[in-house]
């Protein structure tokens, strides 16, 4: 299993960038795909998923309205649209896949096996 993130960089605030995350040994329309993100010190927080292969997106609140998650089911990827963003959105991102999560711990990422490398988002003020 191996996943692999990418489209991370440097960005004024207000700007935009676009992850994605390719898959091999797992299919993203089948499983619980998720992006976490975490900043220097702190903890990995929740950023967005889709459950298992349902079309419902979950957000976290301080993205909900500025990021969009989507799946490309033909590539095999899931991304993170990331609109209007914001110096505190400066993290480390990271996405997750696992079959097993169960909605109730969706946004918690020990429930998550799977993972990517992580790649670095940096919105100056």
């Known amino acids: 299993v191996q996943l692999q993130a990418s489209g991370g960089g440097f960005v004024q605030a207000g700007g935009s960038l676009r992850l994605s995350c390719a898959a091999s040994?797992?299919?993203?329309?089948?499983?619980?795909a998720a992006w976490f993100r975490q900043a220097p010190g702190k903890e990995r927080e929740f950023v967005a998923a889709?459950?298992?292969?349902?079309?419902?997106?979950y957000y976290a609140d301080s993205v909900k309205g500025r990021f969009t998650i989507s799946r490309d089911n033909a590539k095999n990827t899931v991304n993170l649209q990331m609109n209007s963003l914001k110096p505190e959105d400066t993290a480390v991102y990271y996405c997750?896949?696992?079959?097993?999560?169960?909605?109730?711990?969706?946004?918690?990422?020990?429930?998550?096996?799977?993972w990517g490398q992580g790649t670095e988002v940096t919105v100056s003020s």
């Open positions: 040994g797992w299919i993203f329309s089948r499983n619980t």
């Open positions: 997750a896949v696992d079959s097993s999560v169960i909605l109730s711990s969706l946004r918690n990422y020990v429930a998550y096996d799977y």
């Open positions: 889709f459950f298992r292969s349902g079309y419902n997106a």
